[in-house]
T-cell receptor, first 114, second 109 residues
Framework: NAGVTQTPKFQVLKTGQSMTLQCAQD?????MYWYRQDPGMGLRLIYY???????DKGEVPNGYNVSRLNKREFSLRLESAAPSQTSVYFC?????????????FGPGTRLTVL | RKEVEQDPGPFNVPEGATVAFNCTYS??????FFWYRQDCRKEPKLLMS???SGNEDGRFTAQLNRASQYISLLIRDSKLSDSATYLC??????????FGAGTTVTVRA
């Protein structure tokens, strides 16, 4: 049981390059999320998907796009990377029940944009 | 104003000590509250949920004060392995999660 997996773990881009961050979960959760984490800022929600086939903007969506490919996979795309997008990116899935509400995070992608 | 605010610390305590810290939230309609733990350069992991009546999980005690809009975490008999950043997480009525920036705790031998 791998939980939430993310690829790549590290990436260096030049300004203007594009890339896609991949995320997959094997826990059959409906909800999936993309966050970025910057020093002193906490995790900020970029986009989320409440269920397969739906996506919604979070707090900081500008410069990003997402695709919920199926129930397992939720990818994040940077079309034209900027230095301000240097950050650690976490994908998460969420288990919500009558008494439980837990987010499970992937190991993160450390992205540097030069 | 940030939706969730935490004292960043660091709280530097000796092994065996008790350490406590708070988190304040701005949305009075917030519904659910959690503490997550994040080790250096790792992903956050759920430490415990926070219930209205307060709850314990071993050496960890969480409290919720809805009137003053804060939650607290107390760690008794600190261990070296408790060194981490503790993230306060609050759920809004639309079920979106808001994260605090974290409180860093360092337990020294």
């Amino acid at each position: 049981n791998a939980g939430v997996t993310q690829t790549p773990k590290f990436q260096v881009l030049k300004t203007g390059q594009s890339m896609t961050l991949q995320c997959a979960q094997d826990m059959n959760h409906n909800s999936m999320y993309w966050y970025r984490q910057d020093p002193g800022m906490g995790l900020r929600l970029i986009y989320y998907s409440a269920s397969e086939g739906t996506t919604d903007k979070g707090e900081v969506p500008n410069g990003y796009n997402v695709s919920r490919l199926n129930k397992r996979e939720f990818s994040l795309r940077l079309e034209s990377a900027a230095p301000s997008q240097t950050s650690v990116y976490f994908c998460a899935s969420r288990r919500q029940g009558a008494v439980t509400d837990t987010q499970y995070f992937g190991p993160g992608t450390r992205l540097t944009v030069l | 104003r940030k939706e969730v605010e935490q004292d960043p610390g660091p709280f530097n305590v000796p092994e065996g000590a008790t350490v406590a810290f708070n988190c304040t939230y701005s949305n009075s309609a917030s519904q659910s509250f959690f503490w997550y733990r994040q080790d250096c350069r790792k992903e956050p992991k759920l430490l415990m949920s926070v219930y209205s009546s307060g709850n314990e999980d071993g050496r960890f005690t969480a409290q919720l004060n809805r009137a003053s809009q804060y939650i607290s975490l107390l760690i008794r008999d600190s261990k070296l392995s408790d060194s981490a950043t503790y993230l306060c997480v609050v759920t809004a009525p639309d079920y979106k999660l808001s994260f605090g920036a974290g409180t860093t705790v360092t337990v020294r031998a």
